[in-house]
């Protein structure tokens, strides 16, 4: 460790690795939504993450969010944040930085491969399932366990310690398209050698310092704004727990009805029907979620 503090040419390697990423993607969307029905409807971050990462890092527009997610140079620090090689990342210029709060109470539901921002961190979800930060995007596979693809090296992760991840916009059927063939090999990733030298970086540091402090004043301004508001508006606090709800007798069917029963609560997600729709036996009625999982209900008859 005293050798490492001691040198002055430390570099590493560090691949820039050049990933597709979805905007806005609809799989992001769904998550919000369903975060919004089934867990909280009047979270600061819905129903759009984009203009909360635009409210509390003082942007002056969505495009200066996109602008500043496709600028940014991604430096993987660690691999397998939550799960499958998953990448936390932060960007090298510490204006492309930005911050933001993670979900509170976290969603029950992610997209496999979604790209979020937590804190100051980037991470692309290594799999489906609950999760906290907030969307920009969607973008390919981090994890290929079934085929030997060249961007894996013989690893089923994809990344390194020190890769750099730099995004690209694809539309969402293009991702779709990518998502289908990368796993298979016929999709080629984009990825550049180079080396990651740490006295050029701390040089860039210098050079950079004001507009760098300036930067971090104004984003920590927008940041205790968005709080206050929190705080002024009620939404500081969040109370997961369900108000009680009174024992009742259940209303008396009339002719020509049938009780459909639950065998679990939960929360109601989707409705399947509409009113005065015809069902057979086994058709789905209603979608709940609980416990992180969705369960159909069917019809009786």
Not at 96 to 101: A, I, P, W
Not at 126 to 131: H, K, Q, V, Y
Not at 218 to 245: K, L, T, Y
């Amino acid at each position: 460790w005293d050798a490492v503090c001691a040198a002055q040419d430390l570099q590493v390697p560090s691949r820039i690795v050049h990933l597709p990423l979805s905007w806005d993607d609809p799989a992001c969307q769904l998550a919000i939504e369903k975060y919004m029905t089934t867990v909280r409807k009047d979270a600061p971050w819905c129903p759009t993450n984009l203009e909360f990462i635009r409210r509390i890092n003082d942007l002056p527009n969505l495009d200066e969010v996109q602008r500043t997610v496709f600028d940014a140079s991604y430096l993987v620090m660690g691999l397998g944040d939550v799960y499958l090689g998953a990448p936390v990342a932060t960007p090298l210029n510490p204006r492309h930085r930005l911050v933001t709060t993670k979900y509170n109470p976290a969603r029950t539901w992610t997209a496999e491969n979604s790209v979020g921002i937590g804190g100051a961190y980037m991470c692309v979800y290594g799999m489906e399932g609950p999760g906290g930060y907030q969307f920009v995007g969607r973008t390919l596979q981090m994890w290929n366990r079934y085929r030997d693809v060249a961007a894996f090296d013989g690893k089923p992760w994809l990344l390194r310690f020190f890769d750099q991840i730099r995004f690209y916009p694809v539309s969402a059927d293009e991702l779709l398209r990518i998502r289908r063939d990368f796993p298979l090999g016929r999709f080629d990733l984009e990825i550049e050698h180079s080396q990651l030298n740490l006295a050029d970086y701390q040089r860039f540091l210098v050079q950079e310092a004001d507009g760098i402090a300036a930067f971090r004043q104004r984003q920590q301004g927008a940041f205790d704004a968005e709080r206050e508001r929190w705080i002024a508006s009620g939404q500081a606090h969040f109370d997961s727990e369900e108000p009680a709800i009174a024992p009742s007798e259940d209303s008396p069917l009339t002719d020509g009805q049938l009780s459909v029963d639950s065998h679990i609560a939960g929360n109601l997600w989707q409705v399947q029907v509409d009113v005065g729709a015809r069902v057979a036996a086994g058709d789905v009625l209603v979608i709940l979620e609980s416990m992180k999982m969705e369960i159909p209900l069917l019809a009786p008859s």
